[in-house]
């Protein structure tokens, strides 16, 4: 079952632009995560927010989570040539810490140098 | 370093056969996942442990099979009863004592010939 819906689909914009990707889902969760998967790559984990934290930080990237709304969204600031990849939400809704997490079907981000 | 290692990184099998992905992880992680990457899509979950010698299904079990005889390893098993396995094979680590999000393999894409 796919928890999270990204949006949008798929984002080019210029090296030195903003990027924003939005991700929404359905039940209660522990925590949300963001991972980028570069073409034909595993998956690399970027950010964790917990249920109880609105807003985090790494490096270019801001995190923010909205309970009430059941949304987040990553915020990737000055892109990079490097950055162009696919993004994944993941909702951790499991109970008796298993960590399953349900992946969203990703935002595909290009950026143009 | 450490990490986890999937192995063989392309698998081709014929109709009626089962194959055996490989995942081996040297990190100390309790809990271990496969997932399933179809093109232009999030991935799902196949199976998953948190401990050695048990396992459980994930949303898509049918036609796999896995073990988990060590903690180092969880490898995963698709049989001729899969109908549709071409796909990318994605497996997963995460430490039960932290909140952390996964360490991802690179992955093993599987066609049927």
């Known amino acids: 079952s796919q928890q999270g819906e990204e949006d949008p689909q798929a984002l080019s914009i210029q090296e030195g632009e903003n990027a924003t990707m939005n991700c929404s889902y359905k039940?209660?969760?522990?925590?949300l995560q963001w991972y980028r998967q570069n073409s034909g790559r595993g998956l690399v984990h970027l950010i964790l927010?917990?249920?109880?934290?609105r807003e985090k930080h790494s490096g270019r990237l801001r995190v923010t989570l909205d309970t009430s709304k059941k949304s987040s969204s990553l915020l990737i600031t000055a892109s990079r040539a490097a950055d162009t990849a696919s993004y994944f939400c993941?909702?951790?809704?499991?109970?008796?810490?298993?960590?399953?997490?349900?992946f969203g079907q990703g935002t595909t981000l290009q950026v143009k140098p | 370093d450490g990490g986890i290692t999937q192995s063989p990184k392309y698998l081709f099998r014929k109709e009626g056969q089962n194959v055996t992905l490989s995942c081996e992880q040297n990190?100390?992680?309790?809990?271990m996942y496969w997932y399933r990457q179809d093109p232009g899509q999030g991935l799902r979950l196949i199976y998953y442990?948190?401990?050695?010698?048990?396992?459980q299904k994930g949303d898509i079990a049918e036609g796999y099979s896995v073990s988990r005889e060590k903690k180092e390893s969880f490898p995963l098993t698709v049989t001729s009863a899969q109908k549709n396995p071409t796909a990318f094979y994605l497996c997963?680590?995460?430490?039960?004592?932290?909140?952390?999000?996964?360490?991802f393999g690179s992955g093993t894409r599987l066609t049927v010939v």
């Open positions: 997963a680590s995460r430490s039960t004592t932290i909140t952390y999000g996964y360490t």
């Open positions: 039940t209660s969760i522990n925590n």
């Open positions: 927010i917990r249920s109880n934290e």
């Open positions: 993941a909702t951790d809704a499991s109970t008796s810490n298993t960590g399953k997490l349900i």
């Open positions: 990190l100390n992680h309790d809990a």
């Open positions: 442990s948190q401990i050695v010698n048990d396992f």
